[in-house]
């Protein structure tokens, strides 16, 4: 069907339009202005952050570690350079203007002299000025070689978790077998508790530290310490907040002076008062609690790079006294407060997630960071939590579609109809808004973890579809994501990957001639998988013992209540009184499901193959075996409710259960088993070869919990009930399942498809799956981008948690994105 007579979804009707020269746009022109001026431009490394948080960090060693962290961001708060967007009605940002990326060289120091690279990568390029670059090699660069985590981290894992890892003979480059993901970012996804921000204010907090420091008894070494340099943290940071807040309002005092529009002079005059005011102290109206928490969202990125940035909690329940009153009092209206937040919006989509490891940017790309704002869901007494702010925001994302923030709705069974329709009505916008989360499932799981109902009532969404509670959750170590696509190909190969020829990268489960029986196949998989896993364990083992070395948070600790209960940094391996919920990625779930079910059916049931006959056509990637493939390809596959296949996806899920279930407290924490791998999927793939359900070597493995590409022919409610079926409801050890689903426009036109879609999300509530996704789009929409990017620089997609344009993916992950099934309710 050509694109011409296709039924578009709202987004791709746009985008028409907008090339037609017929589209007007919606909503406040204000951010369309303030985007339209920004939209497309190559992002910049900006090398503040990393110079002044570099020149500090000289003048403190030997100095307590979260100590050396807060006087480095008093120090770049002094100095760096700061700015007010033409337009803007909100302060502050954490680098130039434009699009922009930061340098974190704590975190990535051993990769800065590769920089330069960044510029012509194909993954999320950055460009960056020669005076910079020379900056970072001759100023920067220098002072962190050795001294990274990544380093340390890499020195101290033993040789049999090394080759799984990073190549022995280069550990700057991954195997993608069982990768880390600790050294790519500096923490996990993350939520503050804005509210405190709002409601007391930093200085306040400053005052409480003081307080408590006067009163230790610095006799007591356990005071002494780390009492004391905890406090004087606190204290520090509070003033680097203010400071930096002031030295907003200072330029806002001076651009006011000389401005000679009245309407921009006023708002500048009344954007100094409002960073004169906040964060130092509680917030008074909307606009002060808005830009109080953006001042601290953006302080948080000088602080550390935190996987995803750090998410925004709950802003339709936190901002909404403040924007009651003000509607209450005449002060401001719903338009008012959604060109408000669409200025926060513009604001995100300026900053740049830069991941400077080559293994970083292939797990995120299109620049990727969501930070989410939660909606909905239930109150701490498990009321229903939907009010007005709820519908604006859902208002405002369809209005004005851009990526940020990452919308995230959560759902209950007794979330209200008209919630329901108005996420259902984003939804057919077609730019992968918003995500969904289930109360039903993650409730229960939290409380089972040891959570209160009222703190599991109440939790975030933070990072692609994991959840946070805000004051409560502790674990701040990224964990590693496990390629069991690599698994079965050990098998194969007994022990060895045909990318890394002869060498033996994990144990023997023997030569393919003596695997007779299915049982022993699964028996040799099952020990590859648990032996994976065995290394990923150990590796996090080492992740946690050496973090707190290397990384403080001194913004995070002082608004986390069991940090300041305890005088603990955020990144201590153990803080008394949280929950330390961390979690592992299994990687290409439906590619070794239907893997397995293929080799089960074909080979030990049917005989319609040996396994020498597989072995061959795999290894020689299909070539001469098409008939083969075929036979493959029509194998049960999972994402069809088909009890064959599902049954084998419950069991490889049972056994990592089992595993987790046994040796995660060993190491410390609750280490749950996940499915979320943000963009691995595709660099994962690249590292093995042909498998069993057809799939050609190198490319991208099944993403999620989601059914491999093409295999789930039943329609979107099978994948439902196949993502049920491989559930193990027995273990407590679960955590988020992303399940993208991609359904034609056609499809959902309309109130019946308004209908049809509350009706699925219904569906899946029911079934207590954790999380669930859209893209409703035509690919013939998808093909056309690929082949004339500049005509659809707008074009938005979902491509893991987040959404990103379309033109800024790798052709790979275009294709990934292209080549999921396009399904019809």
């Not at 309002?249 to 401005?259: D, I, N, P, V």
């Not at 919630?419 to 995500?435: D, Q």
């Not at 194998?635 to 595993?659: C, H």
């Amino acid at each position: 069907m050509a694109l011409a007579t296709a039924l578009l979804s709202p987004q791709e009707q746009r985008l028409e339009d907008e090339r037609q020269g017929r589209h007007q746009a919606a909503g406040r022109p204000r951010p369309y202005a303030i985007f339209n001026a920004i939209k497309g431009t190559k992002p910049i490394i900006d090398i503040e952050r990393a110079k002044y948080f570099t020149a500090s960090f000289k003048t403190t060693e030997g100095q307590p570690l979260i100590l050396r962290w807060a006087k480095a961001l008093k120090h770049i708060a002094g100095n760096i350079t700061v700015y007010i967007d033409d337009r803007q009605l909100l302060a502050s940002r954490a680098g130039c203007p434009g699009r922009y990326g930061l340098i974190y060289p704590e975190l990535d120091g051993c990769f800065l002299g590769k920089v330069a690279e960044l510029t012509n990568r194909v993954e999320s390029p950055f460009s960056i000025s020669e005076e910079d670059l020379r900056c970072i090699e001759q100023e920067i660069a220098p002072y962190w070689q050795g001294r990274t985590f990544y380093e340390d981290l890499a020195r101290s894992l033993p040789p049999d978790v090394l080759r799984v890892t990073y190549d022995p003979d280069e550990i700057t480059k991954s195997r993608y077998i069982v990768n880390e993901t600790a050294t790519m970012r500096s923490a996990l996804q993350w939520v503050h508790d804005f509210e405190k921000v709002l409601q007391k204010g930093f200085k306040a907090i400053r005052q409480e530290a003081e307080e408590r420091l006067a009163a230790l008894d610095l006799f007591d070494p356990q005071d002494a310490l780390e009492k004391a340099p905890f406090l004087e943290a606190v204290i520090l940071v509070a003033d680097a907040i203010v400071i930096w807040a002031k030295r907003h309002a200072a330029l806002a005092a001076r651009l006011a002076a000389t401005e000679v529009d009245p309407q921009r002079k006023a708002e500048l005059q009344a954007l100094t008062a409002i960073c004169e005011w906040v964060p130092e102290n509680p917030a008074r109206t909307f606009h002060e609690a808005v830009q109080a928490q953006w001042f601290t969202q953006m302080f948080s990125r000088l602080e550390q790079k935190t996987g995803a940035t750090i998410s925004n909690g709950r802003m339709d329940q936190y901002f909404y006294p403040f924007y009651r009153a003000d509607v209450e009092q005449g002060r401001l209206d719903a338009e008012g407060a959604k060109e408000l937040l669409e200025c926060m919006w513009v604001g995100m989509a300026q900053y740049m997630d830069l991941y400077v490891s080559p293994a970083g940017a292939c797990f995120n790309e299109a620049y990727a960071h969501w930070e989410a704002v939660t909606i909905g869901g239930q109150d701490e007494n498990g009321e229903d939590a939907t009010n007005e702010l709820t519908y604006l925001f859902l208002e405002s994302k369809r209005e004005f579609p851009i990526n940020y923030p990452d919308l995230a709705a959560r759902v209950h069974a007794r979330s209200p109809g008209r919630y329901l329709y108005e996420i259902a009505e984003t939804v057919k916008e077609g730019s992968g808004f918003p995500k969904l989360i289930n109360d039903e499932e993650v409730i229960p799981l939290l409380v089972a973890k040891g959570a209160a109902f009222r703190e599991a009532n109440t939790y975030a969404v933070s990072g692609c579809t994991e959840v946070r509670m805000p004051n409560r959750d502790t674990y701040t170590s990224p964990c590693a994501y496990v390629n069991i696509a690599a698994a079965l190909e050990l098998v194969l190969y007994n022990g060895r990957m045909k990318i890394y020829g002869p060498e033996f990268l994990t144990l023997a489960t023997g030569e393919l001639d003596s695997l007779a029986t299915w049982e022993d196949f699964w028996q040799a998989y099952l020990t590859q998988q648990t032996y994976l896993l065995k290394q990923a364990f150990k590796q996090q083992y080492l992740v946690n013992s050496l973090r707190e070395k290397h990384f403080a948070a001194p913004l995070g600790s002082t608004l986390h209540d069991q940090c300041q209960k305890q005088y603990k940094d955020l990144h201590a391996a153990q803080i008394a009184g949280g929950i330390d919920l961390g979690y592992f990625d299994i990687i290409g779930y439906g590619t070794v499901v239907d893997s397995l079910a293929a080799i089960k059916k074909l080979v030990y049931e049917d005989r319609k193959l040996s396994l020498a006959e597989l072995f061959a056509a795999l290894d020689n990637n299909f070539a001469g075996y098409e008939a083969t493939r075929q036979l493959l390809l029509n194998a049960p596959r999972y994402g069809n409710n088909d009890p064959y296949a599902d049954g084998l996806a419950k069991s490889i899920d049972l056994a990592a259960l089992e595993f987790t279930h046994k040796y995660s407290r060993t190491i410390g924490a609750s280490l749950d088993l996940r499915y979320v791998p943000v963009t691995s999927h595709v660099p994962f793939g690249k590292v093995v070869g042909a498998t069993a359900n057809g799939r050609k070597a190198g490319t991208a493995l099944s993403d999620g919990s989601s059914a491999s590409h093409g295999a789930d022919t039943k329609g979107p409610t099978a994948v439902l009930m196949s993502n049920a079926n491989s559930k193990n409801l027995g273990y407590k050890e679960r955590a988020a399942r992303l399940l993208n689903i991609k359904l034609s426009p056609a499809c959902v036109q309309g109130e019946a498809g308004t209908d049809k879609i509350t009706a699925f999300i219904r569906s899946w509530c029911d079934l207590k799956l954790w999380h669930l996704q859209f893209n409703i789009i035509n690919k013939e929409t998808l093909l056309a981008a690929q082949k004339d990017p500049d005509k659809y620089r707008n074009l938005l997609v979902r491509v893991a948690g987040y959404s990103a344009y379309f033109i800024d993916l790798s052709p790979d992950l275009q294709n990934d994105v292209i080549a999921r099934t396009e399904h019809s309710l």
